[in-house]
């Protein structure tokens, strides 16, 4: 098989690519924005309106470039219940909705250990088990109809085939359902008598079915085109590297999150209170992750169209010293209960400058990260901020390592998604950053570590009064 459709669902946006995977490249994309319906009964996914963009454009792909398979990739924190028709038994729930956490207490009497699960309590929706026990708490007469819970890569997998089924990656990112030590469902599964309805698990580079014939008739796709399981992003990220690349290393997946998993690491006491989790990799094996909503900030602090920065401009940056300081936003993280502020005002900065100096912010957010779970060796940008020169620069001054990105894809997702299919021609094209890296911006990031510390109190990263 060359040519794989590849349906990539993220946070804020959605795409289906065509890879190719002799090139190993995305030879064609579609796009469109990813929203939330903050409609009854609470803010949810429009799977309906993302669905018929997927159809439209495997239809639109197909008629380009014939797929000869499918493989999906999506957002975590993410469950989908269906009853036993295949309908929704209750819309699939935006996880930046702060309704679980209404139910906060009684689920922290139920939820298991750190030590169990990897996952760390986490605000809003972002534990699925949070999810889970607030939909059944709060709507007992629809979850009581409730067949079959699906990580959502899988959703759409049961959309294309028909089969239901579950898969190792999403259930091991911070879900609370899943013991990634013992490979197996956590405790939380069974005290709350859900084991019953998880559909089988699968891995990921499985055939789950070929598209439904209807599908087929109403995309021009052949007959028994197979259909992958999917990944994770984040782990779809790391898949091509995990491939080609030798231990120890880390990837930085960017976008709305900023997720860093480190392979070979050293053996350290991850700090649950710092957003620091074990993720479950394509292999099976846990991994040491850690994450932030860099994305997210930047579209905050700098809207759609941030000013292109210079090297001049972030020198003058360094130089002054104007820094910005955690959290933004604020509740995850390393620093969740910091609130953020500049050193100086910012009103001072050029726009460009003020490129720089977010860019410098989240480098150091990212340092920071690594720091805590015990990453080692070459760092590897992927996503929008392997084009940041900014990033890249701070970032390689923060850690003293070297700093890897490749530039000339916006996102690895696809790619390793597409990975599932047949891995002999992955290739991750990433280049070493070349640009100079003065001994000022080294101080830069020392200085900013010293004015963090003071957000840190307990190893919590709280504020101090």
């Known amino acids: 098989m060359r040519i794989v459709g590849v349906i990539d669902i993220g946070k804020t946006n959605a795409k289906v690519a065509a ?5 190993f490249e ?19 996914f429009d799977v309906e309106r993302l669905w018929a963009f997927v159809l439209d454009s495997l239809k639109a ?22 009853d036993e028709a295949g309908g929704l038994a209750l819309p699939v729930l935006d996880y930046e909705f702060g309704g679980p956490g209404t139910l906060s207490e009684a689920y922290e009497r139920l939820r298991p250990p750190f030590t169990e699960t990897g996952s760390a309590r986490l605000p809003m929706g972002l534990n699925v088990g949070a999810q889970l026990f607030w939909q059944q708490q709060t709507f007992p007469d629809a979850f009581a109809k409730v067949a079959t819970i699906l990580t959502y890569a899988q959703y759409w997998t049961f959309r294309l085939t028909g089969i239901r089924v579950n898969e190792l990656t999403s259930l091991g990112c911070h879900t609370d359902l899943w013991n990634p030590n013992a ?10 008598g859900w084991r019953h309805l998880f559909a089988p698990v699968r891995k990921a580079d499985e055939i789950v079915g070929a598209l439904l014939p209807e599908l087929c008739a109403a995309t021009g796709i052949p007959n028994g085109t197979p259909v992958y399981c999917g990944i994770h992003d984040s782990n779809a990220s790391l898949l091509p590297h995990l491939l080609t690349r030798q231990a120890p290393f880390s990837v930085v997946s960017t976008g709305t999150w900023v997720v860093m998993l ?10 649950e209170h710092r957003d620091t989790l074990i993720n479950v990799n394509a292999l099976g094996d846990p991994v040491p992750s850690a994450r932030f909503m860099g994305g997210r900030a930047f579209a905050l602090l700098l809207g759609d169209s941030a000013a292109s920065s210079s090297f001049e401009d972030e020198s003058a940056v360094v130089a002054a010293e104007h820094m910005l300081l955690p959290s933004l936003p604020e509740g995850s993280g390393p620093f969740p209960s910091a609130k953020a502020c500049w050193t100086m005002d910012e009103g001072t900065l050029t726009p460009s400058e003020k490129t720089a100096a977010v860019s410098f912010y989240l480098a150091l957010m990212t340092a920071t990260c690594l720091d805590l779970i015990g990453a080692r060796g070459d760092i590897v940008v992927e996503g929008p901020f392997a084009a940041n020169a900014a990033y890249l620069r701070m970032l ?9 990105a490749d530039a000339h894809n916006v996102t690895g997702t696809s790619l390793g998604a597409a990975s599932l299919v047949d891995g002999r021609h992955v290739r991750t094209g990433v280049q070493a950053f070349a640009g100079p890296v003065p001994e000022s911006f080294a101080r830069y990031a020392e200085n900013w570590r010293s004015l963090t510390k003071s957000h840190v109190q307990n190893g919590a990263g709280d504020r101090q009064s």
């Open 19 to 23: 890879v190719d995977l002799d090139r």
């Open 26 to 44: 995305e030879i064609a994309v579609r796009k469109t924005a990813n929203g939330v319906v903050e409609g009854d009964p609470y803010p949810h």
């Open 61 to 82: 792909l197909q008629a380009e470039h014939p797929l000869e398979a499918i493989s999906i990739t999506t957002h975590g924190a993410t469950a989908v219940v269906l």
């Open 183 to 192: 490979g197996t469902f956590s405790s939380l599964v069974d005290s709350q």
């Open 262 to 271: 480190a392979v070979g690491a050293d053996e350290v006491t991850l700090d």
């Open 396 to 404: 390689q001054a923060a850690t003293g390592r070297p700093v890897f």
